[in-house]
């Protein structure tokens, strides 16, 4: 049902899902943040009734739009992730009631990611790009999220849409202050 699904609406089921337990918290944020990055090329008027049909379509534009600022690997992870965060969604909009996701696991104890912990799951991955973030806008402000490192996810929000570079510097100056040393 085109129209019935918005982007707000997918990206308030994931926080609402990783707060829940309704899936693993890093995975409802590592879909989020792709979901976010992803659409962030749609207009408002996609955004407000999502063309879930053309979800190839739309994260072809992502791709073509965003290609300097991601490797090719990031690009396919963010498209995996869109994909993956759509069909979790309509999952749960279609039942509720026996909604459940599943997360991959090692049989042995084992994962294949050179930095893994015993049974640590293995469904999501950082992107590989340093410097990654995305952010979307509502009448508050801007929300971002900003991967610093694998496994480390910081999120901002209520930015306002006119701010200053001074309250930017500010800003900043803060951040560097939560640094040890």
Same mark, same amino acid.
């Given at each position: 049902m085109p129209g019935d699904h918005s982007a707000d609406d997918l990206i308030d089921f994931l926080t609402h899902a990783g707060e829940r337990g309704l899936m693993p918290a890093a995975t409802a944020q590592a879909l989020a943040v792709a979901t976010r990055n992803v659409f962030s090329v749609l207009d408002e008027s996609e955004r407000a009734a999502l063309p879930l049909e053309d979800m190839d379509g739309v994260i072809r534009r992502f791709n073509n739009k965003r290609a300097r600022d991601f490797n090719p690997t990031s690009l396919k992870e963010y498209g995996r992730r869109v994909r993956r965060a759509v069909e979790i969604y309509l999952g749960w909009k279609n039942d509720p009631a026996n909604f459940s996701v599943k997360t991959r696991v090692t049989s042995s104890? #084992?994962?294949? #990611?050179?930095?893994? #912990?015993?049974?640590? =799951? =293995?469904s999501v991955r950082e992107p590989t790009d340093n410097v990654q973030w995305s952010s979307m806008a509502s009448a508050s402000g801007y929300q971002t999220a900003f991967p610093v490192r694998p496994g480390h996810v910081v999120a901002i929000s209520n930015i306002p849409h006119d701010l200053s570079a001074a309250e930017a510097e500010r800003l900043a100056s803060f951040i560097r202050l939560l640094a040890p040393g």
């Open positions: 104890g #084992r994962t294949d #990611r050179p930095h893994g #912990r015993q049974g640590e =799951s =293995s």
